[in-house]
């Protein structure tokens, strides 16, 4: 970032930041041996840095120092792991045929796995002391790098989780086929997953990731996600200590250190033509490009969805997609104290057909804990038989612009595109 008045050749160089990231992971799958899956894995990850940070307690200002070093610096990690994994099924039947709810099943998902990872990153990490109360607290050199560093010690232990999803069948008279029932899924899943490390010399118990997630009505989705912490803080700083949450006078399962919920649901009219796949459908792998990996599958349904003007769908006349967050999470200050935050925020999307070749719509996303609006993007498509037309503008947000786009339909030429954009700045 600088004025293009006081452009040096040397700014450039002190303030450019870069770096790498390889990950080489290797994992299989066995042959099931009667009910249980046996899956081996090695994984090799390394990072390039261009400066290292360091900090230190200055005693005269009272406060931390940081110096950064630039130049090439490496680190690296790896990792060998074995896994074992089961499912467990339980059926519960009602005794009366005339009864609205007939069964509920549940299928528990166990999965149990060794892994060791020798320590790589020793050399790297450091402990300063950080206030005036003479606390330390452990850094990396690459904290504040564009990769962040590599957990430090030595792991050699145990990771288990558990997967749960609730069924259920309910008697329904509109249905002569399957016998006057219908299922229904209570919970699409839910659980939890940790681990223990016993070559740590304290914390050993790692913390506990639990997560439910739901389709409500076959409309409404609900994803909650929260990280359980299984130690006790000192009350004066905020600092883990090595003493588990339940030992004491007072029994406790632990912190929730953080936590989110998201609700959305989405509303679209009927397709003008059932056969036409959509742009989404077609990023799933029903085109031409079928044969990607299932992150590039992910990469690629992500770019359909944040930029809807580009794969305007006229076979849908209308849709509208609503959702809300709420978070929070337990962050370290610049003054490392740790304080908890909260955030919420309202997002929606939506687009309708003003003629059979012409599509408007809208992307916003409100913040509900400071009520503005911070981001509004509206785009207007026009379909040219094998090409179409989309004009973007966003008048709201830090950085406000328009573009003019017009790109093939086609999934074999989505990259050839005639692309025009300007950015103004709110500042």
């Known amino acids: 970032s600088f004025y293009d008045t006081a452009f040096r050749l040397q700014q450039l160089i002190d303030t450019f ?43 005269a200002r009272q406060k931390v120092d940081t110096t950064v070093n630039k130049g090439f610096y490496t680190a690296r990690e790896m990792s060998v792991g074995f896994s074992i994994s089961t499912a467990f099924f339980g059926k519960f039947e009602a005794r009366n045929k005339d009864a609205d709810l007939q069964a509920l099943r549940v299928v528990m998902r166990p999965q149990v796995g060794l892994v060791y990872k020798p320590n790589l990153m020793e050399q790297y990490y450091y402990r300063t002391q950080v206030d005036k109360n003479k606390n330390v607290q452990q850094f990396s050199v690459f904290d504040g790098a564009i990769f962040g560093p590599f957990s430090s010690g030595k792991t050699g232990g145990i990771s288990f ?34 681990g223990y490390n016993f070559l740590a010399d304290s914390f050993q118990l790692q913390s506990f990731s639990l997560y439910a997630r739901s389709y409500l009505f076959e409309k409404i989705n609900i994803t909650a996600n929260a990280i359980l912490d299984p130690y006790q803080v000192n009350p004066a700083n905020g600092y883990r200590v090595n003493k588990y949450a339940w030992s004491g006078d007072k029994f406790s399962l632990g912190r929730i250190t953080t936590g989110s919920l998201n609700v959305s649901t989405q509303f679209k009219s009927k397709k003008k033509d059932e056969k036409k796949k959509s742009a989404e459908e077609l990023a799933k792998g029903a085109g031409p490009d079928s044969d990607l990996s299932p992150d590039q599958v992910q990469q690629q349904l992500e770019y359909v969805r944040r930029n809807p003007a580009e794969f305007a769908d006229f076979n849908i006349p209308w849709s509208v997609n609503i959702s809300m967050s709420l978070s929070f999470s337990k962050l370290l200050q610049p003054d490392y104290t740790f304080k908890t935050q909260f955030s919420s925020s309202f997002n929606f ?32 498509s026009r379909d040219l038989h ?12 830090l950085y406000r612009y328009f573009s003019v786009s017009v790109n093939p339909k086609s999934w074999l030429l989505r990259d050839l595109r005639i692309n025009r954009t300007r950015y103004f700045s709110s500042q």
């Not at 299989?28 to 290292?52: D, N, T």
Request: proline fraction near 6%.
């Open 386 to 397: 094998c090409w179409q037309m989309s004009i973007n503008i966003q008048p709201v947000g």
């Open 349 to 380: 999307n939506g687009d309708f057909n003003i003629s059979p070749k012409w599509k408007v719509g809208a992307t916003g996303f409100y913040d509900l804990r400071t009520l503005k609006m911070q981001s509004l993007t509206t785009f207007i």
């Open 17 to 59: 930041q870069w770096g790498a990231s390889h990950e080489l992971p290797i994992q299989l799958s066995l042959p099931p041996v009667g009910p249980f899956q046996f899956g081996p894995s090695i994984s090799y990850r390394e990072r390039w840095y261009a400066q290292q940070f360091h900090r230190s307690w200055n005693e």
């Open 161 to 194: 989780g558990l997967d749960n999803n609730l069924e259920g069948k309910k008697r329904d008279k509109t249905d002569s086929i399957n016998g006057g029932t219908k299922k229904f899924k209570l919970i699409d899943g839910f659980g939890f997953s940790g």
